[in-house]
């Protein structure tokens, strides 16, 4: 089951946003399936200035059937921090 919602995310992140992404934690929210994926984010003012590329964590929640309802980013660092939780 678990590995459905993983396929379900990284799909989604690859289809309509085109980044690839790792998922980090995933959780059962009564029907919703809450998953946080980590994703590089394509910073052009970054690159400009040789910088590191900055990491996003989204929240993302999948349904039932698979269908990811929603997504939130929650957090962005440089790609070498740690991220404090």
């Known amino acids: 089951m678990i590995e459905k919602v993983i396929d379900a995310v990284q799909s989604f992140f690859v289809a309509n946003l085109n980044k690839q992404g790792s998922v980090?934690?995933?959780?059962?929210?009564?029907?919703?399936?809450?998953?946080?994926?980590?994703?590089a984010e394509d910073v052009e003012y970054m690159?400009?200035?040789?910088?590191?590329?900055?990491?996003?964590?989204?929240?993302?929640?999948?349904?039932?059937?698979?269908?990811?309802?929603?997504?939130?980013?929650?957090?962005m660092r440089p790609r070498d921090n740690a991220l404090n939780t």
């Open 24 to 39: 980090i934690g995933v959780k059962k929210d009564g029907e919703i399936w809450r998953v946080q994926i980590e994703v």
């Open 47 to 75: 690159r400009k200035r040789a910088r590191d590329d900055l990491m996003a964590i989204y929240e993302v929640g999948v349904g039932l059937n698979f269908q990811v309802t929603d997504f939130e980013r929650k957090a």
